[in-house]
DNA sequence: GGTAGACCTGGACGC
DNA sequence: GCGTCCAGGTCTACC
């Protein structure tokens, strides 16, 4: 460890709670401990630099350890980078107090859950929301492990372990090489465009962390993109802060379908129509409903 | 504006 | 062994 950064959270926050919010946490580059305690990551610096980051909770907020010596402008790309990720500033009082009053939500305040793991860039967690459709989560696992294996950087410390690659590196390779090498299968010419227009600049994602437009207009963008439907938009509206829409997936039909119908198949309305009345907090009361399916009942 | 059918891939299942 | 199904959907072509 040659630095280590300190940075500050807005309460109540907790680390574990933060990558134990998804499955993100099992996707390289990044991956936890045993306990979800520690976050360890390799991330490509502005500066061409290859790093080690890793997270540990610290004094309300997290400590992070650093593989190499960091000049400013490098440290201050890391700060941003982890704060984002990690959601450090968010603040969710808000959706705490209406929380309060429902049991089934009852848990999130005192866990300080309400933070979901995100990736350093937009692009990485598009890339990825688009190699969850459609397939089984040991096969996003797979293409994303491929693409960061065949086209990340190493790290100088153990060059088994590479960044997730870059949009101008992606959109240099062609539709063949994705399909052959990565087995990305017919999400190959998604990624691929993806890439390209970020590359060229038609597309500028990492704008969207930061903008203020409407909701409703960031999901039409978002919309916009080949291979990002229904589903995929209001994933990454929820890792951009926006709960207004429901990521309606076969298993949160299945989540709904148990809690309220029965078991019996439910539609996407009816998966909306559940959490209508939390308003802009719909999609958090989804994310963190204690459903009974999962308890057991 | 709403809905069949096709779509890469690899693991699970039936026979 | 081999065919079929389908998994944390989306696009296109039609109504």
New binding site residues.
Partial sequence: VATTLTLPALHPFSLPAVLRS??WIRLAPSSADEERSRLSRIEGLRSGQVVELVVEEANGGVAVEVSADLTSSEEKEVEQKVTWMLGLNQDLSPFYAVARDESKLAHVEPQAQGRILRSPTLFEDVVKT?L????????TI?MVESLVSQFGDPWPGDRSRRTFPTASHLATLNDQTL??VA?????SPFVLELAQGVESGDLDLEGLQTTDEPTEELRERL?G?????????A?LLIMLGRYDFI?V????RKLVSHEWHNGEPVRSVEVEAAFERWGRWKGLAYWFWEWSYLAGD
């Avoid at 969850?132 to 096969?139: D, E, L, Q, R, V």
């Fill in positions: 998804h499955g688009i969850t459709t459609n397939t089984s989560w040991a096969g797979r399909r052959s087995r990305l299968g017919y999400r919309l993109i080949n291979g990002v439907g229904a589903y995929s938009a994933n990521p997936d076969s298993w949160a």
